[in-house]
């Protein structure tokens, strides 16, 4: 599994974030979304795991033609987010969930409920306050698919400032994330800095 690297949260910012080695191309599509969520499908419980070479063929039969490093990338970042394991001790390496994920991640999460945004829709007297600047486009996107019931969008000088009620867990992290350099989180701090922790080590996999 990967290692976190902590390094310094970016500043809070009134406008547009800068783009850096903080933000990375995430899942930005539906079709990633799918594709990364068939990917998690295919992974064993145990090790020794299932290799990359494997699961481009185990892809290619549920309708994803993609490359062996493809599939290494979307393990790398899907590591950072979901409790996956890597094999070392053979070659090539083997993925695995690891022996405390639940059922839930391991293939009953409802992915279209998450596409269609029902799934940060928190139960009641439930959630946290999510608030983050997003870019103009995902605005856009926003206002004809609202994130959660009490959705708040508020214009900015460059950009625009969300605020939600929303649930949390894994799937609002995979969310925030899919977003790339389109979102920073502002609120709450801990969110806020654990992002930024997932940003980082997911750069320092780009540069090794």
Not at 56 to 74: I, M, P, Y
Not at 139 to 160: C, S
Not at 161 to 187: F, H, I, K, N
Request: glycine share 8%.
């Amino acid at each position: 599994m990967a290692n976190c690297h902590a390094l310094p949260v970016p500043p809070s910012y009134a406008g547009k974030p800068r783009q850096g080695r903080f933000l990375l191309p995430f899942a930005t599509t539906r079709a990633t979304l799918s594709r990364q969520w068939a990917l998690l499908r295919q992974l064993p419980s145990r090790s020794p795991g299932i290799t990359s070479a494997e699961l481009v063929w185990r892809l290619r039969d549920v309708g994803f033609n993609v490359s062996k490093r493809t599939v290494e990338r979307d393990l790398n970042e899907l590591s950072l987010i979901f409790p996956l394991e890597r094999n070392d001790k053979s070659i090539p390496f083997g993925w695995h969930w690891s022996a405390n994920a639940g059922g839930e991640l391991r293939g009953n999460f409802d992915l279209q409920g998450y596409l269609r945004g029902d799934t940060l829709q928190p139960g009641q007297g439930e959630g946290i306050e999510l608030q983050a600047w997003i870019s103009d486009l995902l605005a856009r996107r926003l206002r004809e698919t609202p994130l959660t019931a009490d959705m708040q969008l508020t214009a900015l000088d460059q950009g625009h400032r969300l605020r939600a009620t929303v649930a949390d867990g894994w799937p609002l992290r995979w969310w925030l994330l899919s977003q790339g350099d389109g979102l920073v989180v502002e609120a709450p701090q801990a969110l806020r800095e654990e992002i930024a922790r997932t940003l980082a080590s997911a750069a320092a996999q780009y540069l090794e």
